[in-house]
Structure formats: C-alpha cells, structure tokens
T-cell receptor, first 111, second 115 residues
Framework: KQEVTQIPAALSVPEGENLVLNCSFT??????LQWFRQDPGKGLTSLLL?????REQTSGRLNASLDKSSGRSTLYIAASQPGDSATYLC??????????FGAGTRLFVKA | GAGVSQTPSNKVTEKGKYVELRCDPI?????LYWYRQSLGQGPEFLIY????????DSGLPNDRFFAVRPEGSVSTLKIQRTERGDSAVYLC?????????????FGPGTRLTVL
C-alpha cells in the first residue's frame, strides 16, 4: 500500500531563508508526483508536476526533485517571503488512477 | 469560468439527512476526481471519473457514498444517511488527461458539517 510522508510537519523560518521540504513514498511504482500549495480554508494550487521519467522541475523560486529509486522528493524554495506561508502538500500518482497525498508541511515565513 | 467550481461552499445538515455536492470542472477536462480532507490531513481519494464512467471508486468509504457524472462534465457527490464522521471538506479536481501528464486543478471545496 502506497504511503506518503512529509517532513517536517511544520516549519517557521525568517524571511529570505532558503528552505527544503521533504516528501517520501513507500512504493516507487509511481507515474508522477505533484506539489501543491494550500492556503487556510482554500483549495489546492498546483505548483509543480514531475513525471516519473523526470528528475526535477523548476518554476520561479521553486525547484522540485524526484528520486524514484529512493522514494523521495524535495521542494526547494529560494529566498522565502511571508507570502509563501501556507501548507505544502506532496501527492503521488499511484496504481490505477489514485492520487495519494501526504499530510503536508505547514510553513510560516516571518517578516 | 476558468477554474473548477464547487457548490455549495458550505453545507450544514443533520445526522441522517441526504446531501448532494456539485462540481463543475474546467471546460474540456475529461478526468474528474473527488477527495475528502479532514482537518490537518491531506486529501483522501474517493473516486475518479474518465468521461461519464467511474474508472476507480475504490476510495468511497461505504455504500452511503455515490457519485455521478452523467454527461461527462458536471459531477455530483451524493451522501445518504449522513453521519457526524462525514464532516470534512470535499474537494473536486479535474485534469486534461490521466496518467503521467495529469496535472490536477482543484476547486475551493465544500465544507460539510453534520450535526
């Protein structure tokens, strides 16, 4: 059974710091991995999608990597800003058509 | 509209009642997903539609839950005999395709409260 774990559960950093969020999954047979952002009381916003044949994707200050063999992905945020404060969710496209989510990392960037 | 929309945004009902939650996907998206999210948790997969058919309904918790998508666009999630444990945010997502290329786009969710 595919399980997705995100570490840390919560993170507080000063503005301007570079940071890394971690996601691990137990079954390497995935077809993609997607990172989302969720603001309180809101739906999910897609940040980056990495297909299983890819190693990383970049968008602006965000860079996501994927290592299928070790069951890991990282989301790197450069020069963090208070507006980056949100919950970041990792989700893997697993067997069939299921998408399995982690519980998220709650990020707070202090001004 | 440009994004996925869900109605109502909030629904309060009494235990034992029947509720319907609606999802309007992005125009042209053939894939549609329903998820349930409890406080402090990630979304939990419920059901996936490809066109009009439910390709994977393995996430539905029991037979009180049912979803339809009769014309391959709008979908309705139906919950019979609601229980307090059904209280959660119900999220809908759509994507242009399935598989490795399925970047999912989410609606704002419906917050269901069962008293």
């Amino acid at each position: 059974k595919q399980e997705v774990t995100q570490i840390p559960a919560a993170l507080s950093v000063p503005e301007g710091e570079n940071l890394v969020l971690n996601c691990s999954f137990t079954d390497s047979a995935i077809y993609n991995l997607q990172w989302f952002r969720q603001d309180p009381g809101k739906g999910l916003t897609s940040l980056l999608l990495i297909q299983s044949s890819q190693r990383e994707q970049t968008s602006g200050r965000l860079n996501a990597s994927l290592d299928k063999s070790s069951g890991r992905s990282t989301l790197y945020i450069a020069a963090s800003q208070p507006g980056d404060s949100a919950t970041y969710l990792c989700a893997v496209g697993a067997g069939g058509f299921k998408t399995i989510f982690g519980a998220g990392t709650r990020l707070f960037v202090k001004a | 509209g440009a994004g996925v929309s869900q109605t109502p945004s909030n629904k309060v009902t009494e235990k034992g009642k029947y509720v319907e939650l609606r999802c309007d996907p992005i125009s042209g998206h053939t894939a549609l997903y329903w998820y349930r999210q409890s406080l402090g948790q990630g979304p939990e997969f419920l059901i996936y539609f490809q066109g009009t058919g439910a390709a994977d309904d393995s996430g539905l918790p029991n037979d009180r839950f049912f979803a339809v998508r009769p014309e391959g666009s709008v979908s309705t999630l139906k919950i019979q005999r609601t229980e307090r444990g059904d209280s959660a945010v119900y999220l809908c997502a759509s994507s242009l395709a399935s598989g490795a290329y399925n970047e999912q786009f989410f609606g704002p969710g419906t917050r269901l409260t069962v008293l």
